[in-house]
């Protein structure tokens, strides 16, 4: 089980790296990632305005489909948590409609 977990994670870890704007730390345990999306603030993203986590966590549940939940509550007020407790191809396919949603 411990082997699929870093799996996984170093499946969010690598295609999240790839996307510009935002930056990955290794967490070390659990089964939650915080990348840093402070990149994205004061920008404009397809009509909407990414003055925050929040807002950021809003345009992807909405252009995206992929729920998040802001940093803030964890003391990370420039990162968003994303849960890879979900099968490969799940993450894959959030992962990707992150990265279109940005493009």
Excluded: W
């Excluded at 968003?80 to 949603?101: G, V």
């Amino acid at each position: 089980m411990l082997f699929q977990n870093k799996k996984r994670r170093d499946i969010v870890l690598g295609l999240l790296n790839e996307i510009d704007g935002i930056k990955c730390n290794t967490p070390g345990g659990a089964f939650y990632v915080f990348p840093d999306v402070s990149a994205y603030f004061g920008k404009e993203i397809k009509g909407y305005k990414i003055e925050n986590t929040s807002d950021f966590s809003m345009f992807l549940l909405e252009e995206a489909n992929v729920a998040t939940v802001t940093g803030n509550a964890f003391g990370a007020p420039a990162c968003l948590r994303l849960s890879y407790a979900a099968s490969e191809a799940q993450l894959h396919e959030a992962i990707s409609r992150i990265k279109d949603a940005l493009s």
